[in-house]
C-alpha cells in the first residue's frame, strides 16, 4: 500500500517542469497517470490518484507551476485533473503483464480519457467550441505519444524486474 505514494510524489516532483500554454500546461503528469495504473494495478493506480488530487485540493502545490487549491479544479485543466484517477484504473485493468499488446492498448486508452474528460471541461471553462478545443489540443498530441511510449517502456522494465512489489 505505501507504493500508492510514488506516482503521486512524482507528479510533484515534476510539477514545476511545464510549458505553459493557454489552457493547460504542457507536464509530465500523464505520463505518471498512465504509469500508476500499469505499474501499480487499477485499485491502487485509481488510489493514488485521487491521494494526488485531495492533495491539490487541501491547497497544497502540487499541480503544474506549482499550484494548488480549488482555483486549478475549476481552471482549464481541472477535467483533465479530474480525469486522472479514471484513467489510471482504465490502465490497470486493460494491463495484463504476459500481453505485450496491453500495454499499448491500455495506455492509448488511458490517454483518450483523459482527453474525453479533459477536452470538453477546457472547452466549457473557456467559453470555446468543442471543435476548437480540440483543434487546440492537436499540439499535445506529439508529447502524449511520446509520453505513451514511455510508460510502456517504463512499466514494462519496472514490472519484469519486480521494482515496484503491489
Given at each position: 500500500?505505501?507504493?500508492?505514494?510514488?506516482?503521486?510524489?512524482l507528479?510533484?516532483?515534476?510539477?514545476?517542469?511545464?510549458?505553459?500554454?493557454?489552457?493547460?500546461?504542457?507536464?509530465?503528469?500523464?505520463?505518471?497517470?498512465?504509469?500508476?495504473?500499469?505499474?501499480?494495478?487499477?485499485?491502487?493506480?485509481?488510489?493514488?490518484?485521487?491521494?494526488?488530487?485531495?492533495?491539490?485540493?487541501?491547497?497544497?502545490?502540487?499541480f503544474?507551476?506549482?499550484?494548488?487549491?480549488?482555483?486549478?479544479?475549476?481552471?482549464?485543466?481541472?477535467?483533465?485533473?479530474?480525469?486522472?484517477?479514471?484513467?489510471?484504473?482504465?490502465?490497470?485493468l486493460?494491463?495484463?503483464?504476459?500481453?505485450?499488446?496491453?500495454?499499448?492498448?491500455?495506455?492509448?486508452?488511458?490517454?483518450?480519457?483523459?482527453?474525453?474528460?479533459?477536452?470538453?471541461?477546457?472547452?466549457?471553462?473557456?467559453?470555446?467550441?468543442?471543435?476548437?478545443?480540440?483543434?487546440?489540443?492537436?499540439?499535445?498530441?506529439?508529447?502524449?505519444?511520446?509520453?505513451?511510449?514511455?510508460?510502456?517502456?517504463?512499466?514494462?522494465?519496472?514490472?519484469?524486474?519486480?521494482?515496484?512489489?503491489?
Amino acid at each position: 500500500m505505501t507504493n500508492v505514494v510514488i506516482f503521486p510524489t512524482l507528479m510533484i516532483a515534476t510539477a514545476g517542469f511545464t510549458i505553459t500554454l493557454v489552457g493547460a500546461p504542457i507536464t509530465l503528469q500523464t505520463l505518471f497517470v498512465l504509469l500508476s495504473g500499469m505499474v501499480l494495478g487499477a485499485r491502487l493506480g485509481f488510489i493514488s490518484m485521487v491521494l494526488y488530487i485531495l492533495l491539490g485540493l487541501i491547497g497544497l502545490p502540487v499541480f503544474a507551476n506549482f499550484q494548488g487549491g480549488y482555483g486549478v479544479i475549476f481552471g482549464p485543466s481541472g477535467g483533465f485533473i479530474l480525469s486522472f484517477p479514471i484513467a489510471s484504473l482504465v490502465a490497470g485493468l486493460l494491463t495484463k503483464y504476459d500481453n505485450k499488446y496491453s500495454y499499448i492498448i491500455s495506455s492509448l486508452a488511458a490517454t483518450f480519457i483523459i482527453y474525453l474528460i479533459g477536452i470538453p471541461w477546457m472547452a466549457y471553462i473557456l467559453g470555446w467550441r468543442l471543435t476548437e478545443t480540440i483543434g487546440y489540443m492537436t499540439v499535445y498530441f506529439p508529447g502524449d505519444v511520446g509520453k505513451i511510449i514511455l510508460a510502456i517502456l517504463i512499466s514494462n522494465r519496472l514490472i519484469r524486474h519486480n521494482v515496484i512489489q503491489t
